[in-house]
């Protein structure tokens, strides 16, 4: 029997069993239906969709198996399976009192062939829903009313439009005269709260629909209206009740449009709408709608843009209520994080009256000066924005005493302002490294001008190599901040950033040289970029990495990372469904998805640790989440995908705890791995540390011996662990605890790049280098203990 005709009884029948199955099998592996075509798809997931809690167990693990692979691929679906899907969905709707409408808009989307008739169960489906005092799915039920027919569908917006207001109202009148086409396609964004989020590419299709778009105008302009006249005193103050539950799923629908269309018209309105959602009209400490404004940072989240992020910020910092800015923070990191992979928008900086300056001798990033009468303001940006004053062109330690009596206005207009330039610089620099994996690229004259002379950005994109294709396949790197001259090239030259791994090694050794003699910090790591290539243990393994499994970590820390790095993860606990969890990330413009496993390991006094797993990745096909094997991921994709694993477990491995004193497993790991090969984002410290050492006062005393720096001093020499900052010393490898602390003279050694984990091992080369000047006395005992 076919494979398609077995699974189909396997659902059908509960006398009916799968053959073939080993003695020793799992008799909870579920079947393979890789070889079931698309079409057959669907017709499994409609009987399955017939399967009850009586179903056997084999029943259910088809099932599953069924819905597993509608996770990884579309079905499709012939009429009479559309059909049926239809009947088995009045019948939930009237024995369970709920059902998915937008299984059966998606079917008919994914017909096979003419669309059957199933204005019946829809008529049933409607009057179900009708009947209820809470309608779920308003926009996918008007879509199924309209396959019902005109007078369901007329029933149906009078019922959804009762008691809703005006933009609610709106907004149903609206969808019900689109087509039946865009009615489904509307659907899709059909949200069960407001928490959830349906896929981006059901939001891009409502974008492409011209009468919603033009209802998110209207919508947002009544929403901004409406809080003016709460702020005017036209409408009476409600702490939280500027709007309903409705209004602000609607209210956060047509925002999501918008921030997806890029509209122009939106940085206008954010300057009344969040403002009049965060601050009472009054003295009070509540908000108008905290509600509406979450969902606007939520939105923000999805489809950010840097307008909204900056006005998000600004909010920030003059809302009243306690817990509110705490919140924002949290939130503001994804936002950042999902502007960093929006690139299409995330370059755009306003120039905020800022002229290019020369100052100390340097091209300064911008220059802006306001007068407070006998004194000027000078606000700079160099690395970040500062706020000085000058009299007499001459500078002044300090807020004039003048100044702060007669223009306080000004200071913080000033002070808010170097605020928001640095929150500008900071996502803007999160853009440009989240442009590696897209393989961004820009027109040569719109980089000159918007970026390269941008009065804000042009500091930070001056110490960047970059690329300009001068000619047809035939790119140039240059290194602004040396390059007096940039390359000829047409206007529309393609430019993009230079990344190591599509140099040669001498190339980018030739680079770091230059930046190490230059003294040249980037804005973030690129000459010393770590690179991460296929193994061969990965050919092995085709679809999964072991490279960072089988780690301890601290796993608070970590869940602190994804979030910073843009990657989403449920929460793992001691509770049911907590023993495990994938982390997530999308690159490359939503083209590849990368999976990092982990799972709940135990706590360890009030800390909580996990332990690291597979990593994987996914293509998308069709719409839908494919795995891929490791040969088939784009290098550069690859490599940035596994430096964001690296970078979780180097900085939370409890191999980097110079404490760890406990025993048994958490013991054994510590010692193998705080002392293990290097992982390449220590083989990168070491590359500095070859270029940096001969240049330090301690070089006399320090030497690289593989995993290793070596430094002499008077009663000891010792083995600082380039991956972990773990200490050994000589001649027995006894450990020696040190509590990280910076001494005042480490931070003036020039780094490429910022690196936490190589400040801590200079600093530990430093003290340690005057192992005689030591005053701390635990630190005397363990070093004499052995000496």
């Known amino acids: ?106 079917a008919l989307e994914h017909c096979t062939g003419p669309l059957p008739d199933v204005s019946g169960p829809a008529r049933t489906l409607v009057g179900f829903w009708l009947g ?18 005109e007078g369901t569908l007329r029933a149906a917006v009078e019922r959804l439009a009762r008691d809703v207001g005006p933009i609610v109202a709106d907004e149903i009148a609206v969808i019900a005269g689109l087509t039946p086409a865009e009615q489904a396609l509307l659907s899709e964004t059909d949200r069960e709260h407001r928490l959830a989020s349906p896929l981006a ?84 400490k509540t908000l108008p709608s905290q509600a509406l404004l979450y969902e606007v940072v939520r939105a923000a989240q999805d489809f950010p843009t840097p307008e909204l992020a900056t006005a998000i910020r600004t909010v920030r910092r ?42 100390g001798g340097f091209a300064a990033g911008g220059v802006l000066r306001r007068t407070a009468g006998d004194h000027q303001a000078v606000v700079v940006v160099t690395e970040t924005a500062t706020l000085t004053w000058e009299k007499d062109g001459r500078p002044v330690r300090g807020v004039p005493a003048q100044v702060r009596r007669d223009h306080a206005a000004l200071i913080k207009e000033l002070r808010d302002l170097v605020k928001r330039v640095n929150a500008q610089l900071i996502t803007f620099m999160r853009a440009l490294e989240g442009g590696f994996t897209v393989d961004a690229v820009h027109p040569y004259g719109w980089w000159r001008t918007e970026l390269a002379g941008h009065p804000l950005a042009r500091t930070l994109v ?47 050794r030739a680079w770091r040289d230059l930046l190490v003699e230059r003294r040249i910090r980037q804005p973030f790591k690129q000459a010393f970029r770590e690179i991460y290539l296929l193994t061969p243990a990965e050919e092995q393994t085709r679809v999964h990495s072991n490279r960072f499994a089988a780690h301890l970590v601290h796993y608070r820390t970590m ?46 006094g009030d800390d909580e640790l996990a332990s690291t797993d597979q990593v994987r990745f996914d293509r998308r096909v069709a719409g839908t989440w494919r795995e891929a094997p490791l040969t088939d991921v784009p290098p550069l994709v690859f490599s940035e995908a596994m430096r964001d694993v690296d970078l979780f477990v180097g900085v939370t491995s409890i191999a980097a705890d110079p404490d760890r004193t406990d025993g048994g497993l958490r013991r054994t790991y510590w010692e193998r791995a705080g002392f293990a090969d290097l992982t390449e984002s220590a083989e990168a410290r070491r590359d500095v540390l070859e270029r940096i050492l001969p240049r330090l006062r301690i070089a006399d005393r320090c030497t690289l011996d593989g995993r290793f720096l070596l430094v002499r001093g008077d009663l000891r020499t010792y083995k600082i ?13 006894s450990y020696l605890c040190i509590v990280p602390s910076r001494r005042p003279g480490d931070a003036k050694v020039f780094l490429p790049f910022e690196d936490d984990r190589l400040s801590l091992i200079l600093s530990k080369a430093f003290l340690l280098a005057a192992d005689t000047e030591i005053t701390d006395e635990s630190l005397h005992l363990q070093i004499k203990r052995g000496a």
Request: with cysteine; glycine share 6%.
């Open 1 to 106: 029997m076919h494979l398609a005709a077995r699974l189909m009884r396997a659902l059908t029948d509960p006398d009916f069993t799968l053959e073939d199955k080993n003695e020793d099998e799992d008799e909870d592996k579920r079947p393979d239906l890789s070889q079931v075509s698309d079409e057959e798809l669907g017709s499994l997931l409609v009987a399955a969709h017939r399967v009850g809690a009586s179903a056997t167990h084999t029943m259910t693990m088809v099932r599953f198996a069924v819905e597993d692979a509608v996770g990884e691929r579309q079905p499709r679906y012939t009429p009479e399976a559309c059909r049926r899907l239809f009947d088995t969905l009045a019948e939930r709707c009237e024995q369970h009192g709920w059902a998915d409408l937008t299984l059966g808009l998606g």
């Open 721 to 733: 662990h380039l991956g972990s900052a773990n200490i050994l010393m000589e001649p027995d490898d």
């Open 201 to 284: 590419h059901a939001w891009h299709r409502s974008a492409d629909t011209p009468a919603y778009a033009a209802f998110a105008r209207r919508a947002l302009a009544a929403a901004a209206d409406r809080t003016d006249a709460i702020r005017a005193g036209e409408i009476p103050y409600r702490a939280d009740k500027a709007f309903t539950d409705r209004e602000i799923t609607s209210l956060g629908r047509a925002l999501r449009v918008a921030l997806l269309r890029d509209e122009p018209w939106l940085p206008e309105l954010f300057e009344r709408l969040l403002p009049g959602v965060a601050l009472a009209p009054t003295a009070a």
């Open 132 to 149: 209820k005092e809470t309608v779920r799915q308003p926009y996918a039920l008007l879509a199924v009313a309209g396959l019902a027919g």
């Open 462 to 508: 001056r110490r960047l190599i970059w690329e300009i294709e001068v000619a047809p396949g035939q790119w140039r790197a240059v290194l602004p901040e040396t390059d007096e001259h940039l390359p000829d090239a047409p206007q529309d030259a393609s430019v993009r950033l230079w990344h190591p791994i599509r140099s040669e090694p001498d190339t980018v």
């Open 559 to 604: 869940f602190a990372l994804f979030r910073a790095r843009g990657w989403k993860s449920g929460r793992l606990g001691p509770w049911d469904g907590g023993d495990g969890a994938e982390a997530e990330r999308t690159l490359a413009a939503g083209e590849w998805r990368v999976r990092f496993f982990h799972s709940w390991a135990d706590w360890a």
């Open 318 to 359: 003059t809302v009243r209520h306690a817990g509110v800015p705490k919140q924002l923070d949290k939130m503001l990191k994804k936002v950042d994080a999902a502007l960093a992979e929006r690139t299409d928008v995330a370059l755009r900086l306003p120039r905020l009256d800022f002229d290019t300056a020369t100052v």
